[in-house]
């Protein structure tokens, strides 16, 4: 099986489970591609956490769920040292982050200094626990996930461990149409919450994904490309709208995005739709807007879309 092929089947795969959420998926698969970790947010019940375990299946990877809690320790993530009476030393007990892929499910339910924990992990892909580093597994990705509506009980993340993020993901209710087809699944009995993920036929390893990962790296980029990127930048720092614009890492993201959403389309060059097309989810939780301008209910999505139209595209 080609490289496209096996994307196009791990895409086709999940749009069969997760219904009228295409975008969605590809977008996932660019941040997958782009070794960059994901923040999805949503309303409740629209698949969030289904479409992470799907997706684990689908390229046999190790999968561990965080239920995040205002309760939840930092040591319930990472792990801890615990003495052994029969061997007389400590033995690491490895916390749910020493996995493939971690899905932090409802990680603005839980303080700050629990959120913290991920950070060196998602930065560095390691973990220092006493003193010791231990590296994680090659393939680590996060998927965190938070719901839009609920700020009681709730701790935003800090714009620090915001820029961490590759994508920040917007799940909306489906159209009318693919309601309809759930609604269909469900009368012939399907049903989401006893969806039997070990039946699910595997389709890429865990190899595969490393290998693609590094085609990704090898995707060519014109110099006008560059330019192109950077005058997108430098407009999202000098908007009238914006009070912070995209940082430098986030510019170094944004053209892994773009080389990745080009291998994904069975390019080895990226071209500007390329660099359009993975603009709103790698800005949209980067950029701040002026309070005035919130006052006027402007949305970011909307000044990133103003930005793209301003900047000409290189031919």
């Given at each position: 099986m080609s490289n496209l092929s096996m994307l196009n089947s791990l895409s086709e795969a999940i749009d069969k489970i997760i219904i009228g959420q295409s975008h969605i998926v590809k977008q996932l698969l660019v941040a997958l591609l782009s070794s960059g970790h994901v923040i999805i947010e949503g309303v409740p019940g629209?698949?969030?956490?289904?479409?992470?375990?799907?997706?684990?299946?689908?390229?046999?990877?190790?999968?561990?769920?965080?239920?995040?809690?205002?309760?939840?320790?930092?040591?319930?993530?990472?792990?801890?040292?615990?003495?052994?009476?029969?061997?007389?030393?400590?033995?690491?007990?490895?916390?749910?982050?020493?996995?493939?892929?971690?899905?932090?499910?409802?990680?603005?339910?839980?303080?700050?200094?629990?959120?913290?924990?991920?950070?060196?992990?998602?930065?560095?892909?390691?973990?220092?626990l006493d003193g010791d580093t231990i590296a994680l597994s090659p393939l680590f990705w996060v998927v965190a996930t938070q719901n839009s509506l609920e700020f009681e009980g709730t701790y935003p993340l800090p714009e620090a461990q915001l820029d961490r993020f590759l994508f920040k993901l917007l799940i909306d209710y489906p159209h009318?149409?693919?309601?309809?087809?759930?609604?269909?699944?469900v009368q012939a009995g399907f049903k989401a919450r006893k969806v039997d993920l070990d039946k699910i036929q595997s389709i890429a390893t865990v190899e595969d994904i490393l290998t693609l990962r590094q085609q990704v790296q090898n995707v060519e980029v014109q110099e006008n490309i560059l330019d192109y990127l950077l005058n997108?930048?430098?407009?999202?720092?000098?908007?009238?709208?914006?009070?912070?614009?995209?940082?430098?890492?986030?510019t170094l993201a944004w053209l892994q995005a773009a080389k990745a959403n080009a291998c994904l389309g069975g390019r080895n060059y990226v071209i500007p739709d390329d660099v359009k097309e993975v603009a709103a989810p790698l800005l949209r939780h980067r950029l701040i807007l002026k309070p005035e301008a919130q006052l006027d209910n402007v949305r970011v999505d909307f000044v990133i879309e103003s930005i793209l139209k301003q900047i000409s595209v290189p031919r």
């Amino acid at each position: 099986m080609s490289n496209l092929s096996m994307l196009n089947s791990l895409s086709e795969a999940i749009d069969k489970i997760i219904i009228g959420q295409s975008h969605i998926v590809k977008q996932l698969l660019v941040a997958l591609l782009s070794s960059g970790h994901v923040i999805i947010e949503g309303v409740p019940g629209t698949g969030k956490t289904l479409l992470v375990k799907v997706l684990s299946r689908l390229i046999t990877a190790d999968f561990r769920r965080i239920q995040l809690t205002p309760d939840i320790l930092p040591s319930d993530i990472l792990g801890t040292n615990i003495f052994d009476l029969n061997s007389r030393d400590f033995i690491l007990k490895k916390g749910p982050i020493f996995t493939e892929i971690l899905l932090a499910d409802e990680i603005n339910r839980t303080p700050p200094k629990t959120q913290a924990a991920l950070l060196e992990a998602m930065e560095e892909q390691q973990v220092t626990l006493d003193g010791d580093t231990i590296a994680l597994s090659p393939l680590f990705w996060v998927v965190a996930t938070q719901n839009s509506l609920e700020f009681e009980g709730t701790y935003p993340l800090p714009e620090a461990q915001l820029d961490r993020f590759l994508f920040k993901l917007l799940i909306d209710y489906p159209h009318k149409e693919a309601e309809k087809e759930i609604l269909q699944n469900v009368q012939a009995g399907f049903k989401a919450r006893k969806v039997d993920l070990d039946k699910i036929q595997s389709i890429a390893t865990v190899e595969d994904i490393l290998t693609l990962r590094q085609q990704v790296q090898n995707v060519e980029v014109q110099e006008n490309i560059l330019d192109y990127l950077l005058n997108l930048v430098e407009r999202t720092r000098q908007h009238p709208d914006l009070v912070l614009g995209a940082s430098p890492r986030a510019t170094l993201a944004w053209l892994q995005a773009a080389k990745a959403n080009a291998c994904l389309g069975g390019r080895n060059y990226v071209i500007p739709d390329d660099v359009k097309e993975v603009a709103a989810p790698l800005l949209r939780h980067r950029l701040i807007l002026k309070p005035e301008a919130q006052l006027d209910n402007v949305r970011v999505d909307f000044v990133i879309e103003s930005i793209l139209k301003q900047i000409s595209v290189p031919r």
